[in-house]
C-alpha cells in the first residue's frame, strides 16, 4: 500500500493486486481480541462492579457490529475502492482513516493474544491457525504504518 495524494478531507492509497485479498482477508478476522480481555478494572484493584462491567460488553458488541459494518462496506463500495491497472485506488477521509487504524490494532493485539503474547524475535504458540493470525499480526503492523506514515507519524516502508 502506498499513498499517492493527500489533502485535508481525503487520502489515496494505491494497494497492489497481491496485497489486495490480503487487506481483505485480514479485515475480515475482525474482531479477534476476545470481549473478556475488556475489564473495567484489573482483578484486585476495585471492587466487582458486575453492571459497569455488563454495560462496558454491551457497548464494546455494537462498536464491533458496526465496525463490521463498516469493513463490509469499505469492500464493496466503488467510491473508495476503485480499479485501476496497478490495483486498487482506496480513498479515505481522515475519519476513517482513524477508524481503519483502530480496526487494524484490533486484529494485530488481538492476533498477538492469541499467539501467546510472543516477545518481538520470539517464536510464537503455534496453535490451530496460528499461522493466520502470525500473518495478520504483521501485515496489520505494515498497513497501520503506511496509515500513520500518511498522517505524517513517521517514515513508512515503500512496499507493494
Not at 474482531?31 to 458486575?50: K, Y
Not at 462491567?53 to 455494537?62: G, H, K, S, T, V
Amino acid at each position: 500500500m502506498k499513498l499517492l495524494r493527500a489533502s485535508p478531507d481525503q487520502f489515496v492509497f494505491r494497494i497492489g493486486k497481491r496485497e489486495q485479498g490480503l487487506l481483505f482477508d485480514t479485515l475480515q478476522l475482525y474482531p479477534v481480541v476476545p470481549p473478556a480481555h475488556h475489564r473495567i478494572a484489573r482483578p484486585g484493584q476495585m471492587a466487582d462492579d458486575g453492571e459497569a462491567q455488563q454495560l462496558l460488553d454491551e457497548a464494546l458488541a455494537e462498536q464491533r457490529r458496526e465496525n463490521q459494518k463498516q469493513i463490509l462496506a469499505l469492500i464493496q463500495d466503488p467510491a473508495q475502492l476503485k480499479e485501476t491497472s496497478r490495483g486498487l485506488e482506496l480513498t479515505l477521509a481522515p475519519t476513517q482513516m482513524e477508524w481503519l487504524l483502530q480496526v487494524l490494532n484490533d486484529v494485530r493485539v488481538g492476533s498477538w493474544l492469541t499467539l501467546g503474547k510472543p516477545e518481538e524475535g520470539e517464536a510464537p504458540v503455534f496453535k490451530e491457525r496460528a499461522g493466520i493470525y502470525w500473518v495478520a499480526m504483521e501485515v496489520c503492523g505494515i498497513y497501520q504504518s503506511v496509515l500513520l506514515s500518511a498522517l505524517g507519524a513517521e517514515q513508512s516502508p515503500d512496499w507493494q
